[in-house]
């Protein structure tokens, strides 16, 4: 875990704020470290869970998944579901050694890209300081699950 | 490997040195050229300007002669070129939506500065790129007809214009207005920069033209609710308010008005200097000439209200109309619409100054707003266009404008409102014309760009009035020292061309007020599926070359719900709303993105898992067959179905697991790479 340790970080945006945000930040010529690599959705709420497995599994350290602000979704609230969907990913990861802070999820409207390149940095500073996932060619021991974790039976309420 | 047989071509945009500064391109198509040579790439070209004619031409070129199956494009945002450089494909006989953008200008080379870093993460974006493009799918563009019937909100200028410039067209517009008249802002003033003509004497004749046009339905004292649908085909819920007068019967008389006991503080139209009745018009030439009955000053409703009955109804007994005009009974009635287009046009609100208290607006009688200054200077206005401190008499000998009251402010507003210079010079050259008073403007800068505006700011200076250049530290009440008298306002500023502190006596000071956007406009935005920027202005499709559409498709705005703009770019910006909306109409249907999802009914197991998810129920439950079927018209295409689906039944045209899995392998592909090397 030197400091040299670069982590790529994979980030799903959808079409009309986050990846708009990202966009932003360009025009506004805002810079965030060049470690995250962006797709396009055209809503958080069409993120498979299987798309950050496998991510994680190909070689990612760490995944973001950035959809338009609670109440702000151009499809009325699927970004709803890409938040129950990150609590329920969070929490499976755990199972399998892998830290929750390797998921993360943001906010960010079209108008934000400095809040998009902020969440970006913090997020390569947390990746960079678990260090190199490998996943899943190295066994990881279990990551405890952090209490503000809600558990299914909340989730899917 | 079945991407074997695609043919992909591989073009690297230099956008002048926008990308070329940072990214090393050279190293971009070598790597495209060679490493990905195996992913099927056939040939990568770099050129200076890929979205020009001549970069557009390549493309067609190499696919008409080189034979390439797929196009990926790195360059800028999709969301700037997409369109042109499928345009270009399908000039040559290639499907459109089997071309694909990579953006390393605004997702790398504005936002990276190391150019080893920039020409990787460059490199790995393009190879996203060409294994998502080899997973893409021949689409045809999914049309919708255009429902001819337009919504304008908001009725001042801005809006007056859109509507007038789609019903003179021939189409249907409903024009929706919050407040009980026509008019807007623009309605207050009394003349409007450079050239001095009087506000109401050009406007009026376009409120009176949007209220009799026989294809303009006007709803006044309404606000819009709910809006559903997309594009050329939205369903549209409007809430009319109860003015509590038949819209029918009554023909304008003004008896009620007149004979009304209550008299109250307009707050609204007379910006707080002048009264109105509590049965009302909102001003003289109001469009519908229709007054409106305000429950909350009127003697019957409070009395109602505290079960004391029997109050004045003096409008009702006096009402000359059969049968009577008044309804006290009157409800909310909701009215529901179908529009092909909308044009919002919802403006601004003024900055409320109070909020700068050493400046003493609220404290301090004779501080003025500008816009109490517009209602005093207007002839129609409650002081009948004299120019008088708060006693209402007395004329000041001198006058002191302070500029940028809440704009270019870190505190307040960090935006210039555009506007209040020019709108200052103009009160600048009333109140000297009116009173001979002597009149000082306290600025940071003076900002006159636009047709004849600088010359006009050259009238002014010919006409004597003082400039001081320094940002106004206080406005005082109290004298300081021995030459200072009291009763005056004492304005405290330093001098930065002088290089001096001021301290200037006058009786009267006005407060260049800026503009701020409409207190709901983050609500109004989510209403109609659009977002506002961090300074709460409606957000354009795009800064330059859009700044009339918005990112939801159908949803243009005008005026300043934008941003901060004057007469002649509002009406300009309606004009070019409503020619947007024309050419759509004109064009009778529209070609949507073909992103949709559909069921493939040999994997769907019924569950009916994805039945709840659908925010447009477009999916429903088909018995005889015991599988889930989604309505294309209703899809919008977000995939939340096609993620959720346990069977993986559901495909998302454009958006497939193929692709996105592609484009996730060859994001990583370097790192992939490494792992199978350890």
């Keep these: 875990m030197s400091d040299s340790f670069e982590p790529v970080i994979i980030g799903f945006t959808c079409n009309w704020c986050s990846y708009r945000a990202a966009d932003h930040a360009g025009m506004t010529r805002t810079q965030y470290p060049p470690n995250a690599r962006l797709i396009r959705l055209m809503c958080s709420g069409r993120l498979d869970p299987t798309f950050v497995l496998k991510a994680l599994a190909d070689g990612a350290d760490g995944v973001l998944i950035a959809g338009c602000h609670p109440g702000e979704c151009h499809y009325l609230e699927q970004n709803y579901k890409a938040l129950r969907r990150h609590r329920l990913l969070q929490r499976t990861l755990a199972q399998f050694g892998i830290e929750p802070e390797r998921v993360r999820l943001a906010w960010a409207s079209a108008a934000e890209g400095v809040k998009f390149a902020a969440e970006i940095s913090e997020m390569v500073e947390e990746v960079r300081k678990l260090g190199p996932l490998n996943w899943p060619a190295r066994p990881r021991p279990l990551a405890t699950v952090p209490a503000d974790i809600p558990v299914l039976s909340e989730v899917a309420a | 490997?079945?991407?074997?047989?695609?043919?992909?071509?591989?073009?690297?945009?230099?956008?002048?040195?926008?990308?070329?500064?940072?990214?090393?391109?050279?190293?971009?198509?070598?790597?495209?050229?060679?490493?990905?040579?195996?992913?099927?790439?056939?040939?990568?070209?770099?050129?200076?300007?890929?979205?020009?004619?001549?970069?557009?031409?390549?493309?067609?070129?190499?696919?008409?002669?080189?034979?390439?199956?797929?196009?990926?494009?790195?360059?800028?945002?999709?969301?700037?070129?997409?369109?042109?450089?499928?345009?270009?494909?399908?000039?040559?006989?290639?499907?459109?939506?089997?071309?694909?953008?990579?953006?390393?200008?605004?997702?790398?080379?504005?936002?990276?500065?190391?150019?080893?870093?920039?020409?990787?993460?460059?490199?790995?974006?393009?190879?996203?790129?060409?294994?998502?493009?080899?997973?893409?799918?021949?689409?045809?563009?999914?049309?919708?007809?255009?429902?001819?019937?337009?919504?304008?909100?908001?009725?001042?200028?801005?809006?007056?214009?859109?509507?007038?410039?789609?019903?003179?067209?021939?189409?249907?517009?409903?024009?929706?207005?919050?407040?009980?008249?026509?008019?807007?802002?623009?309605?207050?003033?009394?003349?409007?920069?450079?050239?001095?003509?009087?506000?109401?004497?050009?406007?009026?004749?376009?409120?009176?033209?949007?209220?009799?046009?026989?294809?303009?339905?006007?709803?006044?004292?309404?606000?819009?609710?709910?809006?559903?649908?997309?594009?050329?085909?939205?369903?549209?819920?409007?809430?009319?308010?109860?003015?509590?007068?038949?819209?029918?019967?009554?023909?304008?008389?003004?008896?009620?008005?007149?004979?009304?006991?209550?008299?109250?503080?307009?707050?609204?139209?007379?910006?707080?200097?002048?009264?109105?009745?509590?049965?009302?018009?909102?001003?003289?030439?109001?469009?519908?000439?229709?007054?409106?009955?305000?429950?909350?000053?009127?003697?019957?409703?409070?009395?109602?209200?505290?079960?004391?009955?029997?109050?004045?109804?003096?409008?009702?007994?006096?009402?000359?109309?059969?049968?009577?005009?008044?309804?006290?009974?009157?409800?909310?009635?909701?009215?529901?619409?179908?529009?092909?287009?909308?044009?919002?046009?919802?403006?601004?609100?003024?900055?409320?100054?109070?909020?700068?208290?050493?400046?003493?607006?609220?404290?301090?009688?004779?501080?003025?707003?500008?816009?109490?200054?517009?209602?005093?200077?207007?002839?129609?206005?409650?002081?009948?266009?004299?120019?008088?401190?708060?006693?209402?008499?007395?004329?000041?000998?001198?006058?002191?404008?302070?500029?940028c009251v809440g704009s270019r402010d870190r505190n307040y507003n960090p935006y210039c409102s555009a506007i209040c210079c020019m709108q200052s010079l103009k009160l600048a050259h009333l109140v000297k014309e009116r009173s001979g008073a002597e009149v000082y403007n306290f600025y940071i800068d003076i900002r006159t760009p636009g047709k004849d505006y600088d010359e006009f700011y050259q009238r002014v200076i010919d006409e004597g009035v003082h400039f001081v250049r320094g940002k106004v530290a206080d406005v005082s009440d109290v004298p300081l020292g021995p030459g200072e008298e009291s009763g005056k306002l004492y304005i405290q500023v330093e001098d930065t061309l002088a290089g001096l502190q001021r301290r200037i006596p006058v009786d009267m000071v006005v407060l260049a007020s800026g503009l701020e956007p409409r207190h709901d406009s983050a609500e109004v935005g989510k209403t109609f599926g659009i977002s506002c920027s961090t300074n709460g202005w409606f957000i354009e499709k795009h800064a330059k070359l859009d700044p009339i559409a918005t990112m939801t498709d159908g949803v243009f705005v005008a005026g300043c719900a934008q941003g901060p703009k004057d007469i002649p770019a509002s009406v300009a910006q309606g004009a070019a709303a409503a020619a947007r909306v024309l050419s759509y109409i004109r064009q009778g249907e529209l070609a949507l993105e073909p992103v949709r999802a559909s069921v493939v009914e040999e994997q769907c197991s019924g569950c009916r898992l994805c039945n709840g998810l659908c925010p447009y129920n477009a999916i429903s439950f088909v018995e005889e067959r015991r599988v889930s079927e989604i309505n294309a018209a209703l899809c919008q295409g977000c995939g939340t179905c096609v993620a959720a689906c346990p069977a993986g039944a559901i495909q998302g045209s454009g958006y497939s697991n193929e692709q996105l899995f592609a484009q996730i392998e060859g994001l990583l592909r370097e790192v992939r790479h490494e792992t199978e090397v350890v």
């Design chain 2, 1 to 403: 490997m079945t991407s074997q047989q695609e043919r992909v071509g591989v073009y690297v945009c230099h956008c002048g040195s926008n990308i070329a500064g940072v990214v090393d391109v050279e190293s971009v198509v070598k790597f495209a050229a060679e490493e990905l040579k195996d992913r099927g790439v056939v040939l990568a070209r770099d050129y200076t300007f890929m979205c020009s004619v001549a970069g557009q031409e390549l493309i067609e070129q190499d696919i008409r002669e080189q034979g390439l199956t797929r196009v990926v494009v790195a360059a800028c945002s999709p969301h700037l070129h997409e369109k042109t450089f499928r345009g270009a494909c399908e000039r040559a006989g290639l499907n459109p939506y089997l071309a694909e953008m990579a953006s390393i200008r605004e997702h790398v080379a504005w936002v990276h500065s190391g150019h080893a870093a920039a020409t990787a993460k460059a490199k790995s974006i393009v190879s996203g790129t060409v294994e998502r493009v080899l997973k893409n799918e021949a689409l045809d563009a999914i049309k919708v007809p255009i429902d001819a019937a337009t919504l304008v909100v908001g009725g001042g200028i801005a809006g007056l214009q859109a509507a007038l410039e789609v019903a003179e067209a021939g189409y249907e517009v409903y024009l929706i207005e919050r407040e009980a008249s026509l008019g807007g802002h623009m309605a207050q003033f009394d003349k409007t920069f450079p050239t001095l003509d009087c506000a109401a004497c050009i406007l009026t004749p376009k409120m009176a033209s949007a209220g009799s046009h026989p294809k303009i339905h006007l709803f006044t004292w309404s606000e819009v609710e709910k809006v559903e649908g997309f594009v050329g085909n939205y369903t549209v819920s409007v809430k009319k308010k109860p003015r509590y007068i038949d819209e029918d019967v009554c023909t304008g008389c003004g008896i009620c008005v007149e004979k009304c006991p209550v008299l109250v503080v307009d707050d609204n139209f007379e910006a707080g200097i002048g009264y109105r009745k509590a049965i009302y018009w909102p001003f003289a030439q109001a469009v519908p000439n229709l007054p409106v009955l305000d429950p909350d000053t009127c003697t019957y409703f409070i009395g109602a209200k505290t079960k004391d009955k029997g109050g004045c109804k003096a409008c009702e007994i006096f009402c000359p109309t059969v049968p009577n005009s008044i309804l006290f009974g009157q409800k909310e009635e909701r009215v529901t619409l179908k529009v092909g287009n909308i044009i919002l046009a919802t403006g601004w609100e003024l900055f409320n100054a109070r909020r700068i208290p050493q400046y003493g607006y609220g404290r301090l009688a004779n501080v003025f707003s500008n816009l109490e200054l517009e209602r005093m200077c207007n002839a129609a206005g409650p002081t009948g266009g004299k120019i008088v401190l708060r006693d209402g008499q007395t004329a000041p000998k001198a006058v002191g404008i302070v500029h």
